[in-house]
DNA sequence: TTGACATATTCCCATATAAGCATGTAATTT
DNA sequence: AAATTACATGCTTATATGGGAATATGTCAA
């Protein structure tokens, strides 16, 4: 099997840095697709392809006025991937509190012998 | 240009399902890998194959014994993750609001002309 | 040493990109 | 109607994938 579609779910589609930026870049407020290409510097086609695919996987929303599109990113289908990583947060805590204290045992240790190497 | 490698960043890693299963079985502690290939019922060659790419991104750690190497999940390589997604929870925080309001008035509504399909 | 066990690596293949460029389509203006 | 503006879509190409099967590597045990 190849690997999952872009399309397939908001982690694959994030999974593209430029995409990561446009949603960035519209969680504020909508743009149309013009002010999209000009602030991120990125071909026309290709913002419209990016667009294509946050569309498909409900990660942004389009709101159609005579010839521009006015596309918004749909913050809440981040959510989940914001509870998934939210998971391990228990986990990167308690692992920074053992460098903490390992770090303060080595401040006590060479309060016990000081500057070993002079 | 093609896709970016799985192997380019925690995002593209962790796009796989397989290797979310497996960093949220690894996240509590370290397992063998015969124990990951027993608990998701994959392929023994597959989960060496994810656990290197999970490996080149600074996902998880190993620790070998024997012919045994224990995988463990490193957690603070998911916080940068959790801080990117983070950026967007105060406006899908004021999308339900705004949906709240909504069905709210629906309701207001309602009081004022009841039921207006009998 | 030989064999059993645990894990990693290699090869093949169907599939899916993302970028670049050209072209299509729809709405607006002149 | 013709020209212009704003987006979308189609094409080609280099590249990477994940699964399956086979095989290699490394470690322990008898």
Known sequence: MARAATTSDAFNAVAEPR???ILSY????????????????LDQPSVSKHLGVLRKVGLVRVRCEGRHK????????????????????????HQLIRVKERAEKRVSDDRQKPNPHS
């Open 26 to 41: 519209l969680a504020m407020r909508e743009r149309p697709v013009g002010e999209i290409v000009a602030a991120l510097r």
């Open 70 to 93: 006015f596309y918004q990113t749909n913050a809440a289908a981040i959510q989940p991937m914001h509870e998934w990583t939210r998971e391990f947060e228990k986990f990167w805590q």
């Open 19 to 21: 995409r990561r930026e």
